[in-house]
T-cell receptor
Framework: GAGVSQSPSNKVTEKGKDVELRCDPI?????LYWYRQRLGQGLEFLIY????????KSGLPSDRFSAERTGESVSTLTIQRTQQEDSAVYLC???????????FGPGTRLTVL | AQSVAQPEDQVNVAEGNPLTVKCTYS??????LFWYVQYPNRGLQFLLK??????LVKGSYGFEAEFNKSQTSFHLKKPSALVSDSALYFC??????????FGPGTRLSVLP
């Protein structure tokens, strides 16, 4: 596709369950980012991947959060043992490299009951 | 570490009037500066960027921004606001290091 896609668009889960969120970046984009946006708030950086370099995980809020990326393709963000405070929209973005503008996906709205 | 400030949570402007959404930054070295817009129930869209060159940058939807190095500012402007410009606007900065930081956002309301 022409843009960044994310799935699922909505996810409702019970507290304590694990969830996996997927991001398909724009083809050819070497950089991929994950952000969290709580209702009415700004973007909270979680993690980014750049090519084959080690990812910058400095924004992950706890060890329940992890992410992987296959080469310069799909990325998955996994949240283990979800908590109610994890409820938010999780946004993925990709860019040609670290210095160019990011293109955002539509996000996954996660609700933890 | 770099940081971005958007001093106004909310900006209200009448349709047809000029608008300004403010952004100031702190970064070591020369900055890369960006503006994004988030319309209700939609994803973030890139508006414009400053990397180098002319201080006045023109972007999508008639928006422009002026890079002012001495004031470390990158204010977003539009000569004549439209009701459809009502949205949440984010300024972002990265330096030559590894981090990309977004501001807290400014909600723009254009009143008919």
């Amino acid at each position: 596709g022409a843009g960044v896609s994310q799935s699922p668009s909505n996810k409702v889960t019970e507290k304590g369950k694990d969830v996996e969120l997927r991001c398909d970046p724009i083809s050819g984009h070497t950089a991929l980012y994950w952000y969290r946006q709580r209702l009415g708030q700004g973007l909270e950086f979680l993690i980014y991947f750049q090519g084959n370099s080690a990812p910058d995980k400095s924004g992950l809020p706890s060890d329940r959060f992890s992410a992987e990326r296959t080469g310069e393709s799909v990325s998955t963000l996994t949240i283990q043992r979800t908590q109610q405070e994890d409820s938010a929209v999780y946004l993925c973005a990709s860019s040609l490299d670290l210095y160019n503008e990011q293109f955002f996906g539509p996000g996954t709205r996660l609700t933890v009951l | 570490a770099q940081s971005v400030a958007q001093p106004e949570d909310q900006v209200n402007v009448a349709e047809g009037n000029p608008l300004t959404v403010k952004c100031t930054y702190s970064v070591s070295g020369n900055p890369y500066l960006f503006w994004y817009v988030q319309y209700p129930n939609r994803g973030l869209q890139f508006l414009l960027k400053y990397i180098t060159g002319d201080n006045l940058v023109k972007g999508s939807y008639g928006f422009e921004a002026e890079f002012n190095k001495s004031q470390t500012s990158f204010h977003l402007k539009k000569p004549s606001a439209l009701v459809s410009d009502s949205a949440l606007y984010f300024c972002a900065v990265r330096d030559h290091g590894q981090n990309f930081v977004f501001g807290p956002g400014t909600r723009l309301s254009v009143l008919p």
